[in-house]
């Protein structure tokens, strides 16, 4: 069995890692090669890294001719993302949606029955205003023309916030692909992890104190940790899980269930 996780060199995704190593080969890909470079040597065994920038075509296919040579592919996870405080808005929605929809695209040939794909959203994507013209854009990533779709909306990526937005767009995302997994035997899902103590979720509070408040106002008072995450996405790339699919597990400490329903996806730029 081989097991991918994209977006391992760091936080949630290293832990994801962490879980499937013992499971049997696994690959573990970034834009940074050296940190999974660092990643597979503390796993030791049966790990290989790669270098993969999801919003670079040839990455991609280098990805997936290697699981196409293995061709016995089961959990396949893309923890890859931005956040707010990381990039101007255009290149967060290239990377978290684009990317990660041209992702997809290029692995559905691939899948065999029992494969298993976990995209991470989050819980931001709760929170953006429901807005039917806005969603259809967010349905069509691939489009050449998704950011004059945004454009002609009126949508202000930095000032509305990009990163709700594109995690809006990965819910979406996997709901449209289960029937296309799921006639190849495969499932798909996502997860929506709330604030998590990563190296992402340092920078966003550094450079957005008011977050620290945020978290304590929260069911759990604290901040998730990353192993808290890969555990349910341990859960869901398992036989236990089996008839889960098209679907979106909320990993929050129950923060979505108190944000006030008058607040927008704009506000919560990160988590
Ligand atoms: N930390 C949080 O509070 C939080 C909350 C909700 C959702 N998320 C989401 O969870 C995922 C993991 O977040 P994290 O906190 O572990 O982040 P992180 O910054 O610790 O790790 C993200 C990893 O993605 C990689 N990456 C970035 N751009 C890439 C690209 N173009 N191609 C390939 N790899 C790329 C980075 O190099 C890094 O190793 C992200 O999608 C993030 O948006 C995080």
Known sequence: MTNVVIGAGSGMGTAVAQVLSPRGHLIVADLSLESVQVVAKDLGADVEALACDITDNA???ALMGRIAELDDLEAFVISAGLSGSMAPGRRILEVNLIGVARVLAAVEPHLRPGSVGICFASMSGYRVPNNHELLAVLDDPLSDKFFDNLDALGFDLEVRGAYPVSKLGVHRLVRRLAP???ARGAR???VSPGINDTPMNRLDEQNNPIMADFVKSG?????GRPEEVASVV???TSDGASFMTGSDVLIDGGMVAVIPEDSTGGSVRAG
């Open 234 to 236: 341990d859960f869901l």
């Open 188 to 190: 798909i899902m996502s």
């Open 180 to 182: 296309a997994w799921g």
């Open 219 to 223: 069911p759990l008072g604290r901040r």
């Open 59 to 61: 990455q991609i296919e």
